[in-house]
Structure formats: structure tokens, C-alpha cells
């Protein structure tokens, strides 16, 4: 695997602040029963690393403190942390909007196929990560036989009501270009989306999210090894567009990793890039009574993926 960090360091990304605190993004491990080649957090099966209920009861007391509206949670495959159904419901029962980063696939492994259940009783927001509606590609990233897998698990949701019309119950997918290039635009590949599942498998969902791939981590290997790392850096920053500044998911997101600390974004905890200004990572509960509000963000070179074109973000498009 491939250190990208020393090839992001040198940077000419503006400054940012942040604006107050909404949303808490929380990593709770990096177990994975799969191993997509454009995962940032090089999840997979052999990943020992998932959040304790310690640190769990740390972020419901940061929640409180601060007053958070979104729980974010991601992995890894988040479902198969063993505390996973005590933080959803502990932050539901608060009125706290929840999401969950769902792979899909794990919905149908033998030791899962209750959650979706849980997801639709608790009303979580599913975000569902499939990078194509062709088969092909869908397993060229993510492994033989995921996509069949990933069609049953939606066809599986939206008969709980997720995606429906007038449903409370979100079912949100995700697009991830294969290679180094930007996605397409956002509205145009949803309507793609839309039409093809709902014709060749009769699924529905509510909104596609287009997200940029960031050269760190799995991915950020694979371009150093095709030598494409320079050239997909240079094609973020000649894509830069100064209006997405104000709308970059670190402005009001909090990222935490799985054993509590605290990070500006998703992105840079995979980087091990301490918050804000300091040199040395924090822990969330020395965060409880501190404000977060105007404390400068740390940049590097990768930023610029999410800035460059229609913008990226957790959330799509900017």
C-alpha cells in the first residue's frame, strides 16, 4: 500500500472555518465483508479495528452537549459493529436524524438479514453505495456477484417502504467514478439511475449522490501504482470552483474514527490529520464544552476533490 500523504502535503488550498456544528460523522470500524478498489478506508473482511460502547456513550454525550441534529455513521460496513443497533436507537430515541452508510450487500448475510427491519422501525436514512446500474462495472469494483447481491438488498428495502413515494423511509445511492476522472452531472445520472432500476428491476430510490474519489488511502495507491497520481491531482485542481467553498461538508460535519478521535472530515482521518490547527490528535471528550465555531480546518491538496467541478460531498453535489 501506497503512503499518499507525503505526495498532498505542499498545498496552495485556501483557508476555511468552520460554521456551527450539525452533524457527527462517526467511523465505527473498518470491518467490511467487502473490498471496493475505490474504498478510502481500505475496509475489508480481515479488518480488526470497531468503536467500543465506551466511545459509543462518548459521542451520545457529545450529541447532547452540542446539540447535533445528523449522526452519520459510516465504516467499514457500520452495520457489523456489535453496538451498532444501541447507538442508532439511543440517538433515534434523542430525535436526532440518523444515516446509515450501507454497503447494501450486508443486508443479505446470514448474521444481517434482520437490519433492514431495524433500519425501517428506527426510520434511519440509508445511504446506499452503488457505484453503476451496469452489473459489469458494479463487480469490477466491488467484487464478482455484488451487484445481483446489491439488487436483491434494494428490492429488499423498498418493500419496507424505503424510497417509496410519500415514505418517510430515504433510500439514498451512491456513484463513485471507476477510474481517474470526475462523475458526470448529478441530475442527469440520477434520471440514468432512476430509469434503469426502475425498468429492469422495477426499484425505486429517492436521490443520487455523485461523489468525487479522493486520492488517499486504497484508491490513492492504485493511482500511484498506474502512475495517474499527479495527472488526478492536476485534474481536481484545474477543475477548482471558489463557489464550492462555502459548501464543503467540513464547515458543519464532525469526523470521528473508531476509537474516539477527532478529525475535520472523513477524509482526513484516513490521513490521521489531527482537527484544525493543533499537531496532535484529540480525543471527542475533551471536546464536550469546547466551541467549535470559526476554529480554522485543515487542508491538503486532496481538498481540492472536493471542490473541483459540481463539488463532492457525503451528501453528492455541491
Same mark, same amino acid.
Request: hydrophobic share 35%.
Given at each position: 500500500?501506497?503512503?499518499?500523504?507525503?505526495?498532498? %502535503? %505542499?498545498?496552495?488550498?485556501?483557508?476555511?472555518?468552520?460554521?456551527?456544528?450539525? +452533524?457527527?460523522?462517526?467511523?465505527?470500524?473498518?470491518?467490511?465483508?467487502?473490498?471496493?478498489?475505490?474504498?478510502?478506508?481500505?475496509?475489508?473482511?480481515?479488518?480488526?479495528?470497531?468503536?467500543?460502547?465506551?466511545?459509543?456513550?462518548?459521542?451520545?454525550?457529545?450529541?447532547?452537549?452540542?446539540?447535533?441534529?445528523?449522526?452519520?455513521?459510516?465504516?467499514?460496513?457500520?452495520?457489523?459493529?456489535?453496538?451498532?443497533?444501541?447507538?442508532?436507537?439511543?440517538?433515534?430515541?434523542?430525535? +436526532?436524524?440518523?444515516?446509515?452508510?450501507?454497503?447494501?450487500?450486508?443486508?443479505?448475510?446470514?448474521?444481517?438479514?434482520?437490519?433492514?427491519?431495524?433500519?425501517?422501525?428506527?426510520?434511519?436514512?440509508?445511504?446506499?453505495?452503488?457505484?453503476?446500474? /451496469?452489473?459489469?462495472?458494479?463487480?469490477?469494483?466491488?467484487?464478482?456477484?455484488?451487484?445481483?447481491?446489491?439488487?436483491?438488498?434494494?428490492?429488499?428495502?423498498?418493500?419496507?417502504?424505503?424510497?417509496?413515494?410519500?415514505?418517510?423511509?430515504?433510500?439514498?445511492? +451512491?456513484?463513485?467514478?471507476?477510474?481517474?476522472?470526475?462523475?458526470?452531472?448529478?441530475?442527469?445520472?440520477?434520471?440514468?439511475?432512476?430509469?434503469?432500476? %426502475?425498468?429492469?428491476?422495477?426499484?425505486?430510490?429517492?436521490?443520487?449522490?455523485?461523489?468525487?474519489?479522493?486520492?488517499?488511502?486504497?484508491?490513492?495507491?492504485?493511482?500511484?501504482?498506474?502512475?495517474?497520481?499527479?495527472?488526478?491531482?492536476?485534474?481536481?485542481?484545474?477543475?477548482?470552483?471558489?463557489?464550492?467553498?462555502?459548501? +464543503?461538508?467540513? %464547515?458543519?460535519?464532525?469526523?470521528?474514527?473508531?476509537?474516539?478521535?477527532?478529525?475535520? =472530515?472523513?477524509?482526513?482521518? /484516513?490521513?490521521?490529520?489531527? $482537527?484544525?490547527?493543533?499537531?496532535?490528535?484529540?480525543? $471527542?471528550?475533551?471536546?464536550?464544552?469546547?466551541?467549535?465555531?470559526?476554529?480554522?480546518?485543515?487542508?491538503?491538496?486532496?481538498?481540492?476533490?472536493?471542490?473541483?467541478?459540481?463539488?463532492?460531498? =457525503?451528501?453528492?453535489?455541491?
Amino acid at each position: 500500500m501506497h503512503d499518499t500523504l507525503p505526495l498532498l %502535503k %505542499k498545498t496552495d488550498f485556501p483557508a476555511i472555518t468552520r460554521n456551527n456544528l450539525e +452533524v457527527l460523522q462517526v467511523n465505527l470500524g473498518y470491518l467490511c465483508n467487502l473490498s471496493c478498489t475505490h474504498c478510502h478506508v481500505n475496509a475489508g473482511p480481515n479488518r480488526t479495528e470497531l468503536m467500543d460502547k465506551e466511545t459509543i456513550d462518548h459521542i451520545l454525550s457529545f450529541i447532547d452537549r452540542h446539540n447535533i441534529t445528523t449522526l452519520d455513521l459510516t465504516g467499514g460496513a457500520p452495520e457489523m459493529n456489535p453496538h451498532f443497533e444501541y447507538i442508532v436507537s439511543a440517538a433515534s430515541d434523542k430525535g +436526532v436524524k440518523v444515516i446509515d452508510r450501507c454497503n447494501l450487500t450486508i443486508l443479505m448475510e446470514p448474521d444481517y438479514q434482520d437490519i433492514a427491519n431495524f433500519l425501517a422501525k428506527n426510520h434511519v436514512e440509508i445511504i446506499a453505495s452503488l457505484p453503476c446500474y /451496469m452489473e459489469d462495472n458494479v463487480d469490477k469494483q466491488r467484487g464478482k456477484g455484488t451487484f445481483t447481491t446489491s439488487i436483491e438488498a434494494l428490492k429488499k428495502l423498498n418493500q419496507l417502504g424505503y424510497g417509496k413515494p410519500n415514505s418517510d423511509r430515504v433510500l439514498n445511492l +451512491v456513484f463513485n467514478p471507476q477510474g481517474a476522472t470526475l462523475p458526470p452531472e448529478q441530475k442527469a445520472l440520477e434520471q440514468s439511475y432512476k430509469q434503469h432500476l %426502475k425498468d429492469q428491476f422495477d426499484i425505486v430510490f429517492n436521490q443520487l449522490f455523485a461523489m468525487t474519489n479522493l486520492p488517499i488511502q486504497r484508491f490513492g495507491s492504485v493511482l500511484i501504482s498506474k502512475g495517474e497520481f499527479d495527472q488526478y491531482l492536476q485534474l481536481l485542481k484545474n477543475n477548482f470552483q471558489e463557489t464550492n467553498l462555502d459548501q +464543503v461538508m467540513c %464547515k458543519n460535519t464532525l469526523s470521528i474514527d473508531w476509537k474516539g478521535y477527532v478529525y475535520d =472530515c472523513d477524509f482526513n482521518q /484516513m490521513l490521521l490529520l489531527p $482537527l484544525g490547527s493543533v499537531n496532535h490528535k484529540i480525543h $471527542l471528550k475533551e471536546l464536550l464544552d469546547q466551541p467549535l465555531l470559526g476554529q480554522p480546518i485543515k487542508t491538503l491538496q486532496h481538498c481540492y476533490g472536493c471542490t473541483a467541478g459540481q463539488g463532492s460531498s =457525503c451528501g453528492g453535489a455541491l
